[in-house]
């Protein structure tokens, strides 16, 4: 999953537990999983800051690099 793909994914959360229309009982079972969803989605931030920082380190950063990582494109 790019961040791109992940930042669509947080946002679909929001928008369902944002939805005035649903259930206490549904909206406690998406905060359940939106917190899932987030600590996931935290540590793929980390995940990416620590590449792009060991390949910056090495002098291997490149915009492809960065592309890959934010959208998947190369």
């Known amino acids: 999953m790019t961040l791109i793909e992940l930042q669509n994914n ?9 939805n005035p229309d649903i259930s206490s009982d549904y909206l406690a079972r998406e905060i359940e999983r939106s917190k ?3 600590a996931v989605a935290n540590n ?3 995940n990416a800051t620590t590449i792009i920082s060991a390949k910056r380190m090495v ?12 959208s ?3």
């Open 44 to 46: 793929m931030v980390r």
């Open 59 to 70: 002098g291997a950063l490149d915009s492809a690099t960065v592309n890959s990582i934010v």
């Open 72 to 74: 998947g494109n190369q």
């Open 10 to 18: 947080l946002g679909e959360r929001m928008q369902a537990l944002c």
């Open 36 to 38: 899932a969803v987030a």
